[in-house]
T-cell receptor, first 109, second 113 residues
């Protein structure tokens, strides 16, 4: 059983669509990260959340600590948003990160 | 601000050879992580350092993998001898502390043939 589950695994959208990627986790956490990984590229940290909601440009991340759930939203999606989006949580026991397997997003022009 | 630096970016070796990866974290970051990411999977933690001490190396295959962080700054990860299944991207990340934002390097893509 994975400590972090993401859905969907794969997502194809038309340019301009509103996109939601979901993350559920089963451990107690002190922080949740949303990461972006382009093909052949490294990982970029998009957000770190411990409560509430954060917005950066067209990206919005929310977290519900009670429900152990987070969502990443992309408004007005663009082909350059095509990447793998990974949810990672920092567990407050054991002091380590747990990663989801990622959501592969393809935005078609 | 300089990011996490890793080298080399790519490496191709034959099985049973040795290989070493280098990571220079962001200045002042006490926590350093090495991850292995096999194609199609999420990253798997290999080892976590806090300064120059090891916090977690439970998933490090210690018969062939070793890592060190001398002086609590740069770190090297070594594989000796390499196996075909070690082909993966090796990611280094650092953070000020364990629960603060983590910054990732570009990774080293290892291909073992």
């Amino acid at each position: 059983k994975n400590e972090v589950e993401q859905s969907p695994q794969n997502l194809t959208a038309q340019e301009g669509e509103f996109i939601t990627i979901n993350c559920s986790y089963s451990v107690g956490i002190s922080a949740l990260h949303w990461l972006q990984q382009h093909p052949g590229g490294g990982i970029v940290s998009l957000f770190m959340l411990s409560s509430g909601k954060k917005k950066h440009g067209r990206l919005i991340a929310t977290i519900n600590i009670q429900e152990k759930h987070s969502s990443l939203h992309i408004t007005a999606s663009h082909p350059r948003d095509s990447a793998v989006y990974i949810c990672a949580v920092y567990a407050n026991t054991g002091n380590q990160f747990y990663f989801g397997t990622g959501t592969s997003l393809t935005v078609i022009p | 601000e300089a990011g996490v630096a890793q080298s080399p970016r790519y490496k191709i070796i034959e099985k049973r050879q040795s290989v070493a990866f280098w990571c220079n974290p962001i200045s002042g970051h006490a926590t350093l992580y090495w991850y292995q990411q096999i194609l199609g999977q999420g990253p798997k933690l290999l080892i976590q350092f806090q300064n120059n001490g090891v916090v977690d190396d439970s998933q490090l295959p210690k018969d062939r993998f070793s890592a060190e962080r001398l002086k609590g700054v740069d770190s090297t990860l070594k594989i000796q001898p390499a196996k075909l299944e070690d082909s993966a991207v090796y990611l280094c990340a650092s953070s000020l502390a364990g629960d603060t934002e983590a910054f990732f390097g570009q990774g080293t893509r290892l291909t073992v043939v």
